[in-house]
């Protein structure tokens, strides 16, 4: 008997940075990652503070042999998908509801250890944790 494999959808809107909305469509509902996932990849907008942020785990995620390239993208969403459902990565419950989970995110020459936030299916935020090139 071969492994369970989820099946999932990527769905992408658009190409285009501006782009609101990137889902990921499941069999039991979809997780909602919004702009966050272009975060981690360095491509952030706003304040100075959040822009350094947004740099700092672009270059986190090339210490470890992840580029801005749409595999890359596939893979965190996938990543990101598989952490939403799993029922064993709550690191905390906020008392705004709020779920905060842990993972482990390989690279092709090493790992990190990540931190997201969640609201209900929405993913608010991705933390970063290890080296950076």
Same mark, same amino acid.
């Given at each position: 008997?071969?492994?369970? =494999?989820? !099946? ?10 501006? $782009?609101? /909305? %990137?889902? &990921? %469509? ?5 997780? =909602?990652?919004?702009? =966050? ?6 491509? $952030?907008?706003?304040?100075? $503070? ?40 709550? $690191?905390?419950?906020? /008392?705004?509801?709020?779920?905060? !989970? ?6 092709? &020459?090493?790992?990190? !250890? ?8 929405? %993913?608010?935020? &991705?933390?970063?944790?290890? !080296?950076?090139?």
């Amino acid at each position: 008997m071969q492994p369970h =494999k989820p !099946k999932f959808l990527l769905t992408f809107l658009s190409n285009d940075l501006t $782009a609101n /909305v %990137l889902t &990921i %469509l499941t069999l039991t509902g979809t997780v =909602k990652l919004g702009r =966050k996932i272009l975060y981690p990849l360095g491509k $952030a907008t706003g304040d100075r $503070a959040t822009i350094d942020r947004s740099q700092a785990m672009r270059r986190q995620l090339g210490a470890i042999g992840l580029a801005d390239t749409s595999d890359t993208r596939a893979y965190l969403s996938a990543h990101l998908y598989c952490v939403f459902h799993d029922r064993t990565n709550i $690191a905390e419950i906020q /008392v705004n509801g709020r779920i905060i !989970k842990e993972s482990l995110l390989m690279g092709p &020459i090493g790992a990190l !250890k990540m931190k997201t936030v969640w609201d209900s299916n929405k %993913l608010i935020t &991705i933390i970063l944790f290890g !080296k950076e090139s």
